[in-house]
């Protein structure tokens, strides 16, 4: 199945400043998802980049306050601006893996804390 | 009313004990069921996938499902330790294009020693 790194695996940042999480596959995919796991809740699909062009957001989740990349088919990141302590979760990316199971495979995921 | 159920726990069982968790859905255009286990500090790893209904084994874990209840199951036998983590049911519907996953709250299982 693919494996993905992603980075960093935690942080705490100051309220107004924004993160770039990145998120690295070792094959190629066609779509990647952001999701959003806030404390003691199930995961929230924030959006979906396709490589080459913008990204689906969900409802709820806007590009301005999450803006994505996806400059190929192994990379991408997810940004999340002005951050208010209301943003403090795990931010995760996953990939569709089809090697043998119709599954999906979810980096390590990214704790962030806004103080 | 949520598209997917999931009693949030904790739930905490004796080692050696059969474990069932649940989850209920809403939306019958949804075919394919899985449960992925979460290890505190990690990502979510897929356990069992299952297509439609019926029943599929792999080792100590058995999924079901019941399309005609909308109605999920995973059973664990002869739980261990290791096996504490939450577990998250999701679903999906037709595997062409963009179906989103859609996940149940997550439920915490502890087995004790």
């Known amino acids: 199945s693919a494996v993905i790194s992603q980075k960093p695996s935690r942080d705490i940042c100051q309220r107004g400043t924004s993160l770039t999480i990145q998120c690295q596959v070792d094959?190629?995919?066609?779509?990647m998802f952001w999701y959003r796991q806030q404390p003691g809740q199930s995961l929230t699909l924030i959006a979906t980049a396709n490589q080459g062009s913008e990204a689906t957001y969900e409802s709820g989740f806007v590009i301005d306050k999450f803006p994505i990349s996806r400059p190929n088919l192994t990379f991408s990141t997810l940004t999340v601006s002005n951050m208010s302590p209301e943003d403090s979760s795990i931010y995760l990316c996953?990939?569709?893996?089809?090697?043998?199971?119709?599954?999906?495979?979810f980096g390590s995921g990214t704790r962030l804390t806004v103080v | 009313q949520k598209e997917v159920e999931q009693d949030p726990g904790p739930l905490s069982v004796p080692e050696g004990a059969i474990v069932s968790l649940n989850c209920t859905y809403s939306?019958?255009?949804?075919?394919?069921f899985m449960w992925y286990r979460q290890y505190s500090r990690k990502g979510p790893e897929l356990l069992m996938y299952?297509?439609?209904?019926g029943n599929k084994e792999d080792g100590r874990f058995t999924a079901q499902v019941d399309k005609s209840s909308k109605y999920i199951s995973l059973f664990i036998r002869d739980s261990q330790p290791s096996d504490s983590a939450t577990y998250l049911c999701a679903m999906r519907g037709s595997i062409q294009g963009a179906q989103k996953l859609v996940f149940g709250q997550g439920t915490r299982l502890t087995i004790n020693p």
């Open positions: 299952t297509y439609s209904s």
């Open positions: 094959s190629q995919v066609t779509m």
């Open positions: 996953s990939v569709e893996d089809w090697s043998g199971n119709y599954g999906y495979t």
């Open positions: 939306n019958s255009a949804f075919q394919y």
